[in-house]
């Protein structure tokens, strides 16, 4: 624990400027990001007396081990890297609302020739039209069904239109009236994008336009005795109108605006938001967070701003947007807003009518969030701490281990040995640090020595780092990477975790003490009966099979073993879709492909001549030659024989691997064995 003093910077030293601050830990992370009007006022906040701290606070600032600034111009600026350092670095001590899903979209993908409408989860892409969030994925899908009566857009993924665009034939909607079939020419790309542009333009909530066009066609059908269509367009309008009443009105203007809403205590705090357009709630999503110093509701809105719109262009940014409280100061998140719209956005507190109403009925979902999070964290964050006490306990550790690191070996039968890393903090994963490796020192089957390795050249790599860090120089810092953040294995652990017994957790000790490395503590968990093995220990320690601390180990080990045993399956495809034309340099797939659907397999290529070759289009003489003597060097395997009659099978024809590569159907069988 570090004494704040021992960094505090002199007051001459701090400009009284706008300006965004790191604190760093000792291992140069950085662990808080905030913005600041005067720099020199803020940061004296945080080196007062540690009992008047909030107890995040304080945890930060003696976790921390220098800070620095960077000046700005203005307080926009301020905002806009303060955001961008956030998602950088992701600081553990900064307000991040983290939500456990993807919200799902309604997308319809108005950059491709023929526009598709489907459901889309995660980031945004360029030339899609996005509406909603919505809270569940089966409500676009029951919206969608009810408007492709009246706007048949395509709704097909890539395979299934280029295949009937293939045999001329349309897929079940199109049979059904519910696509157009582009696929096979029924109407024109222009015809299919203007179908688009009306779907776009119906769910953007400007309905009024087309419920009372279908009306008029449904009055001069009637009129003109074709009551068959006029039954199809009668039909249409209540689609419309019913999936018009999956979204009731809630503000008669049709008014575009999202509406957030905060619930808080001193600890954490839950934000809502509804998404309104055309006056109709079309989404609604909620974050809940950690509030890591005082901080008022003003500011919280402040990052649920960031955080909501700082990945936003154009009309994704509303021209209206109504919170509980507002930022102190305003100007700087409005013109902010402003600029990631392009227009002008209202910022204000709602005071009256239907849009106070309609805030009243966030704020309740907001508490009702709050409420649920509480009753489930408060289990899980018990549980964590506990399984962390018992682990420290268990291993006479002198705290708990906050960063947990454990290593798995994977090969098969001595083939692509590979090791894995994986990290659990606070006893959460922390997917960002895991690590791959390949055993290089030997070869075969020897899962100590894989170990002993791996472990090495992890700790070598953390040990170079420290000395680039100028730990070890005199007294002076310097930063690992230009933009400031530790290189990838610059960050220790508390504890190393192996999967395996005795052997593997003496390779991994006597790895560490070559290293000189006393500090981190070693630990192996035995998969026959779950026993946690120590260094130079003749007997395991047994946890009892309700602790939670062996419960957090054994996730920890089957991580690392998922994540070991992934790697090792994707080494072992990628060698069984090996071909001799790998081999040969500057030959690449569209060629390999034109080859092989010249001369049906490799063994008819391998028995060409090299005129035969050059008949092939983009391959010259020079190129031929070079395949004829990478097949002659590369000797044919074995053939295959049929266990059952004794007949010697033929080579058939190669197919092209996913990535283009050559799969012959003896590489096929093969895998297909390996794997069962």
Same mark, same amino acid.
């Given at each position: 624990?570090?004494?704040?003093?021992?960094?505090?910077?002199?007051?001459?030293?701090?400009?009284?400027?706008?300006?965004?601050?790191?604190?760093?830990?000792?291992?140069?992370?950085?662990?808080?990001?905030?913005?600041?009007?005067?720099?020199?006022?803020?940061?004296?906040?945080?080196?007062?007396?540690?009992?008047?701290?909030?107890?995040?606070?304080?945890?930060?600032?003696?976790?921390?081990?220098?800070?620095?600034?960077?000046?700005?111009?203005?307080?926009?600026?301020?905002?806009?890297?303060?955001?961008?350092?956030?998602?950088?670095?992701?600081?553990?001590?900064?307000?991040?609302?983290?939500?456990?899903?993807?919200?799902?979209?309604?997308?319809?993908?108005?950059?491709?020739?023929?526009?598709?409408?489907?459901?889309?989860?995660?980031?945004?892409?360029?030339?899609?039209?996005?509406?909603?969030?919505?809270?569940?994925?089966?409500?676009?899908?029951?919206?969608?069904?009810?408007?492709?009566?009246?706007?048949?857009?395509?709704?097909?993924?890539?395979?299934?239109?280029?295949?009937?665009?293939?045999?001329?034939?349309?897929?079940?909607?199109?049979?059904?009236?519910?696509?157009?079939?582009?696929?096979?020419?029924?109407?024109?790309?222009?015809?299919?994008?203007?179908?688009?542009?009306?779907?776009?333009?119906?769910?953007?909530?400007?309905?009024?336009?087309?419920?009372?066009?279908?009306?008029?066609?449904?009055?001069?059908?009637?009129?003109?005795?074709?009551?068959?269509?006029?039954?199809?367009?009668?039909?249409?309008?209540?689609?419309?109108?019913?999936?018009?009443?999956?979204?009731?009105?809630?503000?008669?203007?049709?008014?575009?605006?999202?509406?957030?809403?905060?619930?808080?205590?001193?600890?954490?705090?839950?934000?809502?938001?509804?998404?309104?357009?055309?006056?109709?709630?079309?989404?609604?999503?909620?974050?809940?967070?950690?509030?890591?110093?005082?901080?008022?509701?003003?500011?919280?809105?402040?990052?649920?701003?960031?955080?909501?719109?700082?990945?936003?262009?154009?009309?994704?940014?509303?021209?209206?947007?109504?919170?509980?409280?507002?930022?102190?100061?305003?100007?700087?998140?409005?013109?902010?807003?402003?600029?990631?719209?392009?227009?002008?956005?209202?910022?204000?507190?709602?005071?009256?009518?239907?849009?106070?109403?309609?805030?009243?009925?966030?704020?309740?979902?907001?508490?009702?969030?709050?409420?649920?999070?509480?009753?489930?964290?408060?289990?899980?964050?018990?549980?964590?701490?506990?399984?962390?006490?018992?682990?420290?306990?268990?291993?006479?550790?002198?705290?708990?281990?906050?960063?947990?690191?454990?290593?798995?070996?994977?090969?098969?039968?001595?083939?692509?040995?590979?090791?894995?890393?994986?990290?659990?903090?606070?006893?959460?994963?922390?997917?960002?640090?895991?690590?791959?490796?390949?055993?290089?020192?030997?070869?075969?089957?020897?899962?100590?020595?894989?170990?002993?390795?791996?472990?090495?050249?992890?700790?070598?790599?953390?040990?170079?780092?420290?000395?680039?860090?100028?730990?070890?120089?005199?007294?002076?810092?310097?930063?690992?990477?230009?933009?400031? /953040?530790? @290189? &990838? %294995?610059?960050?220790? *652990?508390?504890?190393? !975790?192996?999967?395996? +017994?005795?052997?593997?957790?003496? =390779?991994?000790?006597?790895?560490?003490?070559?290293?000189?490395?006393?500090?981190?503590?070693?630990?192996?968990?035995?998969?026959?009966?779950?026993?946690?093995?120590?260094?130079?220990?003749?007997?395991?320690?047994?946890?009892?099979?309700?602790?939670?601390?062996?419960?957090?180990?054994?996730?920890?080990?089957?991580?690392?073993?998922?994540?070991?045993?992934?790697?090792?399956?994707?080494? /072992?495809? @990628? &060698? %069984?879709?090996?071909? *001799?034309?790998?081999? !040969?340099?500057?030959? +690449?797939?569209?060629?390999?492909? =034109?080859?092989?659907?010249?001369?049906?397999?490799?063994?008819?290529?391998?028995?060409?001549?090299?005129?035969?070759?050059?008949?092939?289009?983009?391959?010259?003489?020079?190129?031929?030659?070079?395949?004829?003597?990478?097949?002659?060097?590369?000797?044919?395997?074995?053939?295959?024989?049929?266990?059952?009659?004794?007949?010697?099978?033929?080579?058939?024809?190669?197919?092209?691997?996913?990535?283009?590569?050559?799969?012959?159907?003896?590489?096929?069988?093969?895998?297909?064995?390996?794997?069962?």
């Amino acid at each position: 624990m570090a004494d704040p003093s021992s960094y505090r910077p002199k007051p001459g030293e701090i400009p009284d400027t706008p300006g965004v601050y790191r604190f760093r830990d000792e291992h140069r992370r950085v662990i808080y990001v905030g913005k600041a009007k005067s720099l020199r006022q803020r940061l004296a906040n945080y080196f007062q007396d540690l009992a008047g701290l909030h107890p995040r606070t304080r945890t930060m600032v003696t976790t921390a081990a220098s800070v620095e600034w960077t000046v700005v111009s203005t307080e926009v600026e301020a905002l806009q890297l303060e955001y961008s350092w956030i998602k950088e670095f992701d600081p553990r001590f900064n307000v991040k609302y983290r939500d456990d899903k993807s919200y799902p979209y309604l997308a319809v993908t108005m950059n491709e020739e023929f526009p598709r409408v489907q459901v889309m989860r995660g980031h945004k892409r360029k030339g899609v039209r996005y509406f909603g969030p919505y809270g569940h994925a089966w409500a676009i899908r029951d919206t969608v069904d009810l408007l492709l009566r009246v706007f048949p857009v395509r709704t097909c993924s890539a395979g299934v239109f280029k295949n009937a665009a293939r045999t001329g034939r349309p897929c079940l909607l199109g049979y059904i009236g519910k696509c157009s079939a582009p696929c096979v020419g029924r109407v024109s790309a222009e015809e299919h994008r203007e179908l688009a542009e009306e779907f776009c333009d119906f769910t953007a909530g400007r309905t009024g336009t087309y419920i009372r066009r279908l009306e008029k066609q449904m009055t001069e059908a009637a009129e003109a005795m074709e009551y068959e269509r006029a039954g199809r367009l009668r039909d249409d309008i209540e689609a419309l109108k019913k999936a018009m009443e999956k979204n009731a009105v809630v503000l008669a203007d049709a008014t575009d605006a999202d509406l957030i809403a905060v619930a808080e205590d001193e600890l954490e705090a839950a934000v809502q938001i509804f998404h309104v357009r055309g006056g109709r709630v079309r989404g609604q999503r909620g974050w809940v967070t950690d509030k890591v110093e005082e901080i008022t509701t003003g500011a919280l809105v402040e990052h649920a701003l960031q955080q909501l719109y700082g990945e936003e262009r154009g009309d994704s940014v509303p021209k209206e947007v109504l919170v509980p409280a507002l930022p102190d100061p305003v100007e700087p998140v409005q013109e902010w807003l402003a600029g990631r719209r392009g227009a002008g956005v209202s910022l204000r507190v709602p005071q009256r009518g239907d849009k106070k109403a309609l805030m009243e009925t966030v704020q309740r979902n907001a508490l009702q969030a709050l409420a649920l999070h509480k009753t489930k964290r408060a289990s899980d964050l018990t549980t964590r701490s506990r399984a962390l006490e018992e682990i420290a306990e268990a291993l006479d550790l002198d705290s708990a281990p906050l960063r947990i690191e454990c290593y798995d070996i994977s090969h098969l039968q001595g083939d692509d040995v590979v090791a894995s890393m994986v990290v659990f903090e606070d006893g959460l994963q922390r997917k960002s640090e895991y690590r791959r490796f390949q055993i290089k020192g030997f070869e075969g089957q020897d899962d100590v020595r894989s170990m002993h390795e791996v472990i090495t050249r992890r700790f070598r790599r953390y040990l170079a780092e420290k000395e680039k860090t100028g730990e070890w120089a005199d007294g002076e810092n310097t930063l690992t990477e230009e933009d400031g /953040r530790p @290189k &990838r %294995f610059a960050y220790p *652990p508390q504890l190393v !975790v192996v999967d395996g +017994g005795q052997p593997q957790v003496a =390779a991994a000790r006597k790895a560490l003490d070559e290293l000189g490395i006393d500090d981190i503590a070693v630990c192996g968990l035995a998969k026959r009966l779950e026993e946690v093995w120590l260094p130079e220990e003749d007997d395991p320690v047994v946890l009892p099979r309700t602790s939670e601390g062996l419960y957090l180990l054994q996730r920890v080990r089957d991580e690392a073993h998922r994540f070991a045993i992934t790697y090792q399956r994707t080494k /072992r495809a @990628k &060698r %069984f879709r090996a071909s *001799p034309l790998d081999d !040969v340099p500057g030959l +690449g797939d569209s060629r390999k492909q =034109a080859l092989l659907k010249h001369f049906g397999s490799l063994k008819k290529l391998r028995s060409a001549t090299i005129d035969e070759i050059c008949e092939v289009p983009g391959i010259g003489r020079k190129t031929a030659e070079t395949i004829a003597v990478a097949l002659a060097q590369a000797a044919p395997a074995a053939p295959a024989v049929n266990t059952a009659t004794g007949e010697i099978m033929e080579e058939e024809p190669a197919t092209m691997g996913s990535g283009g590569e050559p799969v012959t159907t003896g590489a096929r069988d093969e895998r297909r064995g390996q794997e069962t």
